[in-house]
């Protein structure tokens, strides 16, 4: 791992860097002080940021990592999550602010103050609770991105209930196992979600799942888009069950570590992992890094991230770290391109949003549309743009800066995970001076090593294994239901440091500036020279032709692995043909030399992703390495594989 292949030396060629502006400096959320303070006394800081919240009992100590991996944050403290998030709120004399702005598919909206929001939060805790969930209960939940989402999820942090979000996009199979693993006793579901200007059914897909599902008691429907469904004898509708209830619930304070939800994400084997957080020291870590990772200001800002909420991002960065910091934020239910390309850019303008935090992929999408669609409205609201969810490329970096950012706006590229809870790793806009592609630092209070095979932490320049070698408040406590799952996947690699692995590769560059290479299963070995499938893409993307890459390492006899790219080509472009393939060969060569060289590069109409926007490398492996296509039930469109396959069969 010590040993630097081709691919760094053209990562490390990257200098462009954007300083602050004074002016944005001067009025920074976050010090450049803090990195020092922390590492000089870090419980003292962390115990100084959960002073954001409200504390109905004091902690009496900061951490214990006695019983690591197992760590306890803020130990003998008790507060209320959802308290926390809106009542304070309103108590403050905040209850006229808007907390959120809702915008629809179909383009109806709703704004909802802090004060209607307590309401709704108090009449959804008083239903569950006439239903018998109290604290440390499971509820499902399964809504597209409508306000109820967030109501129903803080209603059961409110109890001391759990939630488990599961994604609106999911297959009822997925929805079963994970009602099942958590013994779910509600599901709080929807009639359809609107998707692409359409309607599309979702209740009749919960009724497939839970067919037998034995630990559910009820199912609670919120009414969205009209649709006729079936109710059966334990479905109630939110509308009749809930908005009846009483405004009146007074929230409970429960410990510090009281468990707040539960969260699957796919892991290497095929059982999703149900990935557990608790209460003081996520709510802690989540609220300190929207305050100084967004530079949010209260009452001033209007944030916005595009995350769904059956992701982490939308956990912590729409519901917990935001209304903890009392945001204004806008929250939009559908797709990027309905009823057309502009759609961000028309809300962003019309809500005058000044913090916007989105995914590479998407970039990468509103790349392939043209810069021409957000230059037609106006983005001079914006002032800090955040990115999340994979590497993103110095090339789509340098536009959402450019014509996102009028080329002023910092740019955060924020690591973490699930498992985190938080941001872990990110420039802090008004200190960092940022760099095109690089995550860069971990945050003050955050300790992050880039380590080699052995645990020796590699020099600058050096690439390796990502470990956090110090204990987080907001990190995962657990897989649910499974300790030994939860040791080895993160603690087992290097278990004699103690160290947690995030199964992400990375590199320092020259500056110590900390790069991600994508998962270490996404990293190939050609002839020995590791290369990262990101570094490829990036290359491949960097050519005018390319709107979007993929690539895999697949088997090849002679060098170990062999790079097989996927692209998309771009307008005029997008017939490929031998000659412009052949020039993407060259192109990668001549970018990151000549071992980089794809093997094969086959231009494809679309790209297999999740619906957190992740492309499968795994299935594009199989189409690479000739075998049959596997489980494709997780991708966001499932006819996407059929497409890749005929199109290259008919020989396109
Ligand atoms: C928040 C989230 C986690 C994995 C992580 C890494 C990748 C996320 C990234 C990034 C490079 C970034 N990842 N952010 N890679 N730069 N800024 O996405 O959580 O869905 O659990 O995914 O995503 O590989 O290990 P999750």
Request: hydrophobic content about 40%; proline content about 5%; aromatic content about 8%.
């Amino acid at each position: 791992m010590t040993e630097q292949s081709p691919a760094l030396d053209n990562l490390l060629t990257e200098n462009r860097t954007f300083p602050p502006t004074d002016e944005f400096a001067a009025q920074a959320n976050a010090k450049a002080d803090w990195y020092d303070k922390a590492d000089a006394d870090r419980e003292a800081f962390w115990a100084e940021q959960a002073e954001r919240l409200h504390w109905d009992t004091k902690w009496s100590q900061v951490l214990d990592w006695s019983g690591a991996p197992f760590a306890k944050w803020f130990v003998g403290g008790k507060l209320n999550v959802a308290y926390n998030c809106v009542d304070r709120h309103v108590e403050s004399g905040h209850g006229e602010q808007v907390a959120i702005h809702w915008v629809g598919e179909p383009g109806d909206t709703r704004d909802i103050t802090y004060a209607q929001l307590k309401d709704e939060v108090s009449k959804a805790a008083n239903a569950l609770a006439s239903l018998g969930v109290t604290s440390g209960d499971r509820v499902a939940i399964q809504l597209p991105m409508i306000p109820e989402a967030i109501v129903a999820m803080l209603a059961c942090a409110r109890l001391g209930a759990m939630h488990s979000v599961v994604f609106g996009g999911f297959s009822p199979a997925a929805l079963r196992s994970r009602v099942d693993d958590a013994e779910a006793k509600v599901v709080i579901t929807s009639d359809g979600q609107y998707r692409r200007g359409k309607a599309a059914p979702m209740k009749t897909n919960v009724d497939e799942a839970l067919d037998g599902a034995a630990s559910v008691e009820k199912v609670i429907v919120v009414r969205r888009t009209g649709e006729e469904v079936p109710m059966g004898e334990r479905d109630v509708w939110w509308h009749e069950f809930v908005d009846g209830q009483s405004t009146e619930h007074t929230p409970e304070a429960f410990d510090s570590e009281h468990p707040l939800f539960i969260l699957y994400t796919s892991g290497t084997t095929g059982k999703p992992k149900g990935i557990l957080h608790t209460s003081g020291g996520y709510l802690t870590q989540v609220a300190y890094t929207h305050h100084v990772v967004f530079d949010h200001k209260p009452g001033e800002d209007v944030y916005w991230c595009t995350a769904d909420i059956g992701w982490v991002t939308g956990h912590s960065y729409i519901v917990y770290g935001p209304l903890a910091n009392r945001a204004t934020q806008v929250v939009y239910e559908g797709t990027p391109n309905t009823p057309h390309e502009g759609r961000h850019w028309e809300i962003i303008q019309n809500h005058k949003v000044s913090i916007y935090y989105t995914a590479p992929t998407l970039i990468r999408t509103f790349m392939k549309w043209g810069e021409d669609i957000p230059a037609k409205y106006d983005l001079s609201s914006l002032r800090v743009l955040g990115s999340v969810g994979e590497p993103i490329n110095p090339e789509a970096w340098m536009w959402y800066r450019e014509h996102i950012g009028a080329g002023k706006a910092p740019v955060v590229d924020t690591w973490w995970q699930t498992e985190t809870g938080s941001i872990m790793i990110s420039p802090l806009p008004g200190v960092t001076s940022t760099k095109p592609g690089s995550a860069q630092r971990p945050l003050p209070g955050i300790s992050a090593k880039v380590v080699d095979d052995t645990a020796t932490e590699v020099g600058k320049g050096g690439g390796g294994y990502l470990v956090l070698d110090k204990p987080w408040p907001s990190m995962l406590r657990g897989i649910w239901g499974d300790d030994e799952r939860f040791r080895e996947t993160y603690w087992s690699r290097f278990a004699d440091q103690g160290f947690y692995f995030a199964g992400d590769g990375a590199k320092y560059d020259n500056d110590g500036d900390i790069w991600l290479l994508g998962r270490v299963d996404d990293v190939m070995n050609v002839s020995g020279h590791r290369i990262s499938t990101t570094e490829v893409e990036s290359a491949l993307v960097s050519h005018p032709t390319v709107a979007e890459a993929a690539v895999v390492g697949a088997s090849d006899p002679t060098t170990g692995q062999g790079i097989v790219a996927f692209v998309i080509l771009r307008g005029a472009a997008a017939e490929g043909g031998d000659e412009a393939v052949q020039e993407l060969r060259n192109h990668v060569a001549k970018e990151i030399g000549p071992i980089a060289k794809p093997r094969q590069i086959m231009v494809v109409p679309e790209l297999p992703k999740t619906r957190s926007g992740k492309i499968m490398r795994r299935l594009l492996r199989d189409v690479a390495e000739n075998r049959q296509i596997g489980d494709v039930t997780t991708l966001a469109d499932s006819s996407v594989m059929e497409l890749i396959s005929s199109g290259l069969k008919s020989g396109k």
